[in-house]
């Protein structure tokens, strides 16, 4: 007995409870989920009851999107039971479902919407008039996930069937001051938001209407548009139009009463653009009005803009050059080049030749002792550009004087800056090339008053060397001033970077040698080289080094004192990204011994060989050696004077006749 009247008093107590969250009593005894449809706010506690049919078996009762942890069941009787749940959250789009289930019976349930939510908590009323014949307010909604009603006092009428967090009325829009206040309200309550403004003070302009290009020029257009509000055309305006083209953007003003058109001017010609219009009172401004709807209008051509000119001197041909005109500098089709040179001597006597509009070049073969003025003139269906003229001296700038630096890269181009130039009467030219091989130049022109540049071109490649040359622009021929040379980024070379690897040994030292390596093949500044050699009979042997460093001219490094065996010598490179570039040969030395036994042997041979090609050219010659060395001795011619003596011959005397005398 005791229990029941437990029982009885938890289920008062419980419905007492849902009472006064709910603000009204629900005894009803049919089966069902009670109470019905009410509305709660997020963080109250409520008690459900779930009344069961006779014979009926209760099995669960839940709130879809809660936990286990935020409820609690509990029995009143056989036929009623209680959930008490905590709802800190929300209903979702429609409400929050609370359910009962029946044991052993799937398809009956009873069931429940519980709406949870806030008050009204809308802030921020901001009022404005629009056509000066109706009064348009806005606030910022804060989500109470309830049904709710809103009125705005001021002129008595609800806000029905209108976008959220906006109300319009129609009103009579006098000078001067008044209150507004809107009254938002829903089942938990209600808050009310007040404005006091002027509306002829706070008007929010409309977007033009019909906006055309109506007259449109190379370099100007005139547009003009309607007004759908008919007091707009009394009051003092001011529009902005933003003129796009090409990806950029730039925004004009214009004023006056009743403002309908505008002369936009500086456009350039051939050239498509797009305009908005949006406008708002000039003498007090609230809110810029809304944009116009988007026109595009087409300007007309017009002759291109001068070239710009410059030159470049390769295996004796001046190499007159000009940049492309883009689509903006062109203002059309460019048909084709008119390029004139003449000998600055003999401006009357002018050399003409056309140049198809593809090229941006031509190659002149000039007398390198005379001075020359050349000019270049584009042409397109409207008419021919002003002509660019450029001077080349009468020789090729002598690049032996100016002392070549190295420059590094940065930021995938190079940084560069000068000691100005008091010649430099017209700027300055900077231009680039790779230093080896053919290639087209680039250059960039600088103003008078600055000595620095940077440069940058997709054309720009890593672990390419470049020569940059700097030249002051004067009345006459430019001037080099300065020449660099460096990479954009330093890459590591190839191995096999030493060609012909050459090595002398001199007693116990190897000297290992090659050819300069081109500039082509490096892709960094060599700061010097490093000769490493290896013992291969020698498992212990770490290696030695040798190195050049700081000598990046060096064509030769030298082993020293290297003990009879095989080693393996590698070259490499040093440079600003590391060693790179190895290059490795294997040399097995020779004994002293050896050397000498080599040295009296080639001696023996030599001695040998000139020995028996003395002996072959005697031989062979013998004949006219001894006619020359020993020759022959000629007979006595007394023959015929002891056979017959004649006149002068001497005759014997007598012994017995000198003997008497």
């Known amino acids: 007995m005791i229990t029941w009247l437990l029982l ?63 409820m609690k069941t509990e029995m009143i009787s056989n036929q009623t039971y209680a959930l008490t749940v905590h709802l800190n959250k929300p209903s979702g789009s429609s409400c929050t479902d609370v359910k009962c289930h029946i044991q052993h019976i799937t398809t009956t349930e009873y069931g429940t919407c519980a709406h949870v939510g806030y008050p009204p908590r809308d ?67 209600k808050v009310e938001l007040s404005d006091r403004a002027d509306l002829t003070k706070r008007v929010h302009m409309f977007a033009p209407e019909g906006v055309t290009a109506s007259t449109v020029n190379a370099r100007n257009v005139s547009l003009k548009w309607d007004w759908t509000v008919q007091q707009y055309n009394n009051i003092n305006i001011t529009c902005q139009i933003n003129v796009s083209h090409d990806g950029t953007n730039t925004m004009s003003k214009y004023l006056g009463v009743g403002l309908n058109f505008a002369v936009l001017t500086e456009l350039d010609p051939n050239w498509l653009y797009n305009v908005t219009v949006r406008c708002a009172t000039t003498q007090h401004f609230w809110n810029w009005g809304d944009w116009s709807k988007s026109v595009n209008f087409h300007t007309r051509g017009d002759v291109p803009d001068a070239l710009d000119v410059w030159m470049q001197w390769k295996d004796g041909q001046t190499i007159i050059t000009w940049k492309m005109p883009r689509a903006n500098q062109s203002h059309g089709d460019i048909t084709h080049y008119v390029v004139t040179w003449a000998n600055t001597t003999e401006t009357e006597q002018q050399n003409r030749k056309e140049v198809a509009h593809n090229k941006h070049h031509l190659s002149l073969s000039l007398d390198t002792t005379e001075e020359y003025t050349v000019t270049v003139t584009a042409i397109n269906k409207i008419g021919r550009s002003s002509p660019s003229t450029i001077t080349v001296p009468r020789f090729s700038p002598d690049t032996s004087r100016v002392k070549t630096s190295l420059i590094a890269g940065s930021s995938g181009g190079f940084s560069l800056s000068w000691s100005a130039s008091p010649v430099a009467s017209c700027g300055y030219i900077v231009d680039w090339c790779p230093t080896s091989g053919h290639c087209s130049v680039e250059w960039l022109k600088v103003p008078p008053n600055e000595t620095n540049a940077s440069v940058f071109s997709k054309n720009l490649k890593d672990g390419v060397r470049y020569s940059l040359s700097i030249y002051a622009c004067t009345q006459g021929a430019p001037v080099l001033l300065e020449r660099r040379e460096g990479y954009v980024r330093q890459e590591r070379m190839q191995n096999s970077l030493f060609h012909s690897l050459k090595w002398k040994q001199q007693e116990s030292n190897v000297e290992v040698s090659w050819i300069p390596i081109p500039k082509t093949n490096r892709t960094a500044f060599i700061q010097g080289y490093i000769l490493y050699w290896l013992d291969n009979n020698d498992n212990n042997n770490n290696g030695s080094v040798s190195t050049g460093l700081g000598n990046p001219e060096a064509t030769s490094l030298t082993a020293k004192n290297l003990k009879i065996s095989s080693y393996t010598f590698t070259v490499k490179a040093q440079t600003a990204v590391g060693e790179c570039g190895d290059t490795f040969f294997t040399l097995t030395l020779d004994s002293l011994t050896d050397d000498l036994m080599k040295t009296l042997l080639i001696s023996l041979v030599t001695v040998f060989s000139l020995l028996s090609l003395i002996t072959v050219i005697c031989y062979r010659h013998w004949a006219c050696i001894k006619q020359t060395v020993y020759p022959p001795i000629p007979k006595p011619l007394l023959t015929e004077w002891l056979t017959s003596p004649g006149e002068h011959s001497c005759h014997p005397l007598p012994v017995e006749s000198v003997l008497l005398q």
Request: hydrophobic share 25%; aromatic share 8%; charged share 30%.
């Open 8 to 70: 009885i008093s938890l289920f008062y107590k419980s419905v007492q409870d849902g009472n006064r969250q709910n603000n009204g009593n629900d005894t009803s005894t049919t089966a069902g989920i009670y109470p019905r449809d009410r509305v709660f706010k997020v963080g109250s506690r409520a008690t459900f009851r779930c009344v069961l049919s006779a014979g009926q078996i209760f099995d669960k009762m839940f709130l879809t999107g809660y936990n286990d942890s935020d």
């Open 123 to 189: 802030v921020d009323l901001k009022c404005e008039t629009r056509d000066l014949e109706s009064i348009e307010c806005r606030w910022t909604v804060r989500e109470t996930h309830l049904k709710r009603k809103n009125k705005l006092s001021s002129c008595g009428r609800s806000c029905v069937d209108q976008p959220k967090g906006r109300c319009s009325q129609k009103v009579q829009v006098d000078v001067g001051e008044r209150n507004w206040t809107l009254t938002a309200q829903n089942d938990l309550g």
